[in-house]
């Protein structure tokens, strides 16, 4: 039995510095390139599982998926029963060019995910875990998961991340949101989804979902419920290397936290704690803490956390 069971990207990072970002009809030669497992799906339940949450993820990857990537999951304990490689396919993919500015261009191949309503559903993963986080996919393929979720009485977060940009419309979301317990956003995601509902402010949302987490980045994160608001201080990492994978690693510690019974503003420390660590390393899956440390540099920050 796993307390959480992930739904998300598992995808092959390839970062590649270039002098400049190439021109239509030029070609550029790499000054250096690194490989990282990353993808929302495959970070968080990563993340997690080594926070000794039981853990279980649920995707889809082609013939290439690299056996360490595998290996990696298993070995920090993830269930992935429910990672299937689908033939004919390629992994998940993004390649991300780098210029010495900073100034990104990316190229991202699906591989199997935009089929994935497809195929089999991923029945063991909902059936053995007691939340059902839904992060990136397709809305069929979630709703598909959601459905078997709500009949089997699981609770169920929703967490489109980016993708409520580009996969999603105001029919399309709300019919996601209604079988939401638990909604995850940054501050501009959730401006999305406060117009997908037509509405104008985070507290109004608590009429659709019990729990909304909202992250500002270095401002920290606010948790709503319907009661109260706390204000949750981000931490700061030790030195700032990498900052992707902040989010998915604010879940990790928010979930460790949920399965522990503690309260909300705790969860959220342990989120900025997980976070934290995670921008000391670079690339999504590496520098990731341990409870313990987690726990000791979440609640040297309790006094900071203010009603909102
Ligand atoms: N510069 C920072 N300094 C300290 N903590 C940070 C910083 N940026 C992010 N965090 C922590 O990580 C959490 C999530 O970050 P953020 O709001 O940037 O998520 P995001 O926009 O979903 O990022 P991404 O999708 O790139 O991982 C924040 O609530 C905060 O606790
Ligand atoms: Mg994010």
Redesign the pocket.
């Known amino acids: 039995m796993s307390f959480l069971g992930v739904f998300g990207h598992v995808v092959l990072d390839y970062i590649l510095q270039v002098p400049r970002l190439p021109a239509p009809g030029t070609s550029i030669q790499v000054t250096a390139r690194k490989r990282h497992f990353g993808g929302t799906g495959g970070n968080l339940a990563r993340a997690a599982a080594r926070l000794e949450v039981k853990t279980a993820l649920a995707s889809f990857v082609g013939e290439d998926f690299p056996p360490e990537y595998r290996e990696a999951l298993e070995g920090d304990g993830v269930d992935i029963a429910d990672l299937r490689t689908v033939a004919g396919y390629a992994t998940p993919t993004a390649w991300v060019f780098s210029d010495p500015e900073d100034r990104q261009v990316a190229v991202i191949d699906q591989g199997p995910m935009d089929a994935a309503a497809e195929f089999a559903l991923p029945r063991h993963t909902v059936e053995t875990s007691d939340w059902i986080h839904l992060g990136t996919g397709t809305p069929d393929y979630l709703r598909n998961i959601q459905s078997v979720a709500r009949k089997l009485g699981k609770r169920v977060a929703f967490d489109p991340?980016?993708e409520i940009h580009y996969r999603y419309n105001a029919d399309s979301f709300r019919g996601l949101l209604e079988g939401t317990d638990l909604f995850f956003g940054?501050r501009e995601e959730i401006g999305v989804a406060l117009d997908y509902l037509g509405l104008h402010s985070e507290r109004e949302m608590l009429a659709w979902v019990e729990t909304l987490v909202e992250?500002?980045?270095?401002e920290?994160?606010v948790i709503y419920n319907r009661e109260r608001a706390w204000r949750i201080p981000?931490?700061?990492?030790r030195a700032?290397v990498d900052?992707?994978?902040?989010?998915?690693?604010?879940r990790a510690g928010f979930y460790a936290g949920l399965q522990r019974g503690l309260e909300l503003p705790q969860c959220g420390l342990l989120?900025?704690s997980v976070?934290?660590f995670s921008?000391e390393t670079e690339g999504p899956q590496e520098g990731l803490p341990r409870w313990r440390e987690a726990n000791e540099r979440g609640t040297s920050f309790e006094d900071r956390v203010t009603e909102a």
Do not use: E, F, L
């Not at 981000?234 to 990492?237: E, G, M, N, R, T």
């Not at 900052?243 to 604010?250: I, L, P």
């Open positions: 991340a980016q940054n992250t500002r980045g270095g920290g994160s981000s931490i700061p990492p700032k900052v992707t994978g902040a989010g998915d690693a604010y989120g900025a976070a934290s921008m």
